[in-house]
T-cell receptor, first 114, second 109 residues
Framework: EAGVAQSPRYKIIEKRQSVAFWCNPISGHATLYWYQQILGQGPKLLIQFQNNGVVDDSQLPKDRFSAERLKGVDSTLKIQPAKLEDSAVYLC????????????FGDGTRLSIL | RKEVEQDPGPFNVPEGATVAFNCTYSNSASQSFFWYRQDCRKEPKLLMSVYSSGNEDGRFTAQLNRASQYISLLIRDSKLSDSATYLCVVNPRGFKTIFGAGTRLFVKA
């Protein structure tokens, strides 16, 4: 079974620029999550999709972050404009059993803002 | 009070030791619980789910105490390869998934 795919693995941009991340979940997994993990902290949920609908985005900074999951499969997360404090690892995860089952993570995208 | 709290450690133990981590949560409506393992600069990986009756997987034992609102992870006969950060995850049905900040474990020869 193929795992969760994310790209790019690394990204370096200057503040105020924009950046986008892509995620392809495990086939058949209806629930997709985007997390932000800052060094030394646990992952923080940014947004959760069930198929192509948003279940929770209460911690997504909507003035600069946006996410979509077209056709209920792949998803993109965008930051525009980026701030220094957005430097983090952005993790995508998927699960089969909805919002309460075990999650499988991709390798993550390490974002550095200069 | 944080929604999910873990002792950050680090825990430094010799090979063969037994070590235990606790994780407390504040939402009594929490329905599912997990322990994940995260190696340095890697993604979290599911270690085990935590069931109400407690469960064991080899050298690892997980327990849930709903009355006191905590879960625990016990590692017996520690190996060098157990060195990692252990994250507890609480998933209240209908609410967002919450990760603890993690407990760092170093197992030394």
């Amino acid at each position: 079974e193929a795992g969760v795919a994310q790209s790019p693995r690394y990204k370096i941009i200057e503040k105020r620029q924009s950046v986008a991340f892509w995620c392809n979940p495990i086939s058949g997994h209806a629930t997709l999550y985007w997390y932000q993990q800052i060094l030394g902290q646990g992952p923080k949920l940014l947004i959760q999709f069930q198929n192509n609908g948003v279940v929770d985005d209460s911690q997504l900074p909507k003035d600069r972050f946006s996410a979509e999951r077209l056709k209920g499969v792949d998803s993109t997360l965008k930051i525009q404009p980026a701030k220094l404090e957005d430097s983090a690892v952005y993790l995508c995860a998927s699960s089969q059993t909805g919002g309460w089952g075990p999650q499988h993570f991709g390798d993550g995208t390490r974002l550095s803002i200069l | 009070r944080k929604e999910v709290e873990q002792d950050p450690g680090p825990f430094n133990v010799p090979e063969g030791a037994t070590v235990a981590f606790n994780c407390t949560y504040s939402n009594s409506a929490s329905q599912s619980f997990f322990w994940y393992r995260q190696d340095c600069r890697k993604e979290p990986k599911l270690l085990m789910s935590v069931y109400s009756s407690g469960n064991e997987d080899g050298r690892f034992t997980a327990q849930l105490n709903r009355a006191s609102q905590y879960i625990s992870l016990l590692i017996r006969d520690s190996k060098l390869s157990d060195s990692a950060t252990y994250l507890c995850v609480v998933n209240p049905r209908g609410f967002k998934t919450i990760f603890g900040a993690g407990t760092r474990l170093f197992v030394k020869a």
